[in-house]
């Protein structure tokens, strides 16, 4: 692992602005432990976008599911994907289309938000994404989100890691090969 003055190093030098992170935002350690996990230019998939979205576009290709046209857009350094909600997730044919033309090391669940429909829809639809990748479930700390991620855990029978920062928590279903190569 990377020492974290190398991060901290990094951080300053990309611009990183921490005061985007929290609260409804990725969280900074989040943020360090993906800083830790994908090397800077990897891809991640983030399913719901927002002030996280602009930092981590910083030091990796972002591809962001959005159901909110107010937070497409917040940085041209990501690519959004503009998918209104349709039956209480994001529209199914929208992702189908776009996600069989990208690749991704890391998909963070993050949306849509509860009052939307909540991201049980990712479990619904998981035969819509490449699961072989580190899956983050940030807001572990909300009982519905928990439930997604030990579910998600359970179905995909691979080893996990929860980290709490502040007032929430995220949980980290780590990709099969680092496992093996990190025991």
């Not at 399913?47 to 046209?69: A, F, M």
């Not at 497409?72 to 209104?84: F, H, S």
Request: aromatic letters at 10%; glycine letters at 8%.
């Amino acid at each position: 692992m990377k020492d974290i003055t190398d991060v901290e190093k990094k951080i300053k030098n990309k611009g990183i602005n921490l005061n985007n992170l929290g609260f409804w935002a990725i969280g900074i350690r989040l943020f360090h432990f993906l800083t830790q996990i994908l090397p800077e230019g990897s891809s991640i998939l983030e399913i719901g976008s927002g002030s996280g979205t602009v930092e981590l576009s910083k030091l990796y290709r972002v591809y962001s599911i959005e159901n909110n046209v107010e937070y497409v857009g917040l940085t041209n350094k990501a690519t959004y994907i503009y998918a209104p909600l349709k039956d209480g997730w994001y529209d199914v044919g929208i992702l189908r289309d776009v996600l069989k033309e990208i690749t991704y090391e890391a998909i963070i669940v993050d949306g849509p938000s509860q009052a939307a429909g909540g991201r049980k829809g990712f479990i619904d639809n998981i035969d819509l994404f490449d699961v072989g990748v580190w899956i983050i479930v940030d807001d572990i700390n909300r009982p519905c989100d928990l439930h997604i991620y030990k579910t998600l855990a359970e179905m995909l029978n691979r080893k996990t890691v929860e980290i709490k920062e502040c007032d929430k928590s995220f949980g980290v279903i780590c990709k099969n090969d680092w496992i093996s190569s990190n025991t």
